[in-house]
């Protein structure tokens, strides 16, 4: 019998309740989950990539220890997904897709991982309440807003403490969104 192996890759700058979506819904669709964190050459990361693993690693601990389902590990990676994939010995790659938007991006991308390197690509839906939560969102409110209990909705309570850490440091990259605010917003 086909053991079936996903990866779930993402930069996860930071980690969100969506994402933690998939991997819970992913744990009953595969036997294993590796939920791989790298970089993503077009974005200035907030995180280190030692802190999202760390933070995903914490978070998916919690999940696994709480609810049944296959096992779940957390690893780093450079380069390309699929070579990753490869290498992890994976036959599919999990992606979670919010809206249309999403959904074209992600089919191209799918049709090219096949394409190339014979993986198959399962989507999930996100849930209603995390249609419309991304990682960039997440850190403008952090860069913009006093108060970041407001985040409680979209990110683990492990997040919303590690987001305010980095806003007492000033983080360059939360300060450069707080410079960009338009004059006369309110975020």
């Known amino acids: 019998m086909t053991r079936h192996l996903a990866i779930y890759p993402g930069s996860f700058d930071p980690i969100t309740l969506g994402h933690l979506d998939v991997i819970a819904r992913g744990r009953t669709l595969f036997d294993e989950l590796i939920v791989a964190v790298g970089r993503n050459p077009g974005k200035d990361p907030l995180f280190t990539l030692d802190e999202r693993v760390d933070m995903a690693r914490e978070l998916v601990h919690q999940m696994v220890s709480e609810k049944p389902g296959a096992p779940v590990s957390v690893r780093p990676f450079s380069g390309l997904t699929v070579d990753f994939a490869r290498s992890a010995g994976a036959n599919v790659l999990l992606r979670g897709v919010r809206n249309l938007s999403d959904l074209q991006y992600e089919v191209q991308q799918a049709v090219t991982n096949r394409e190339v390197a014979g993986l198959e ?56 969104l707080r410079a960009a605010r338009p004059e006369g917003s309110d975020a």
Do not use: C, N, W
């Open 121 to 176: 690509t399962a989507f999930v839906v996100a849930g209603q309440s995390f249609a419309y939560t991304s990682s960039s969102l997440i850190k403008q409110i952090a860069a913009m807003s006093d108060d970041l209990t407001k985040l409680a909705a979209m990110v683990p309570p492990l997040v919303v403490e590690r987001l305010a850490a980095k806003k007492r440091e000033r983080h360059p990259a939360l300060e450069a």
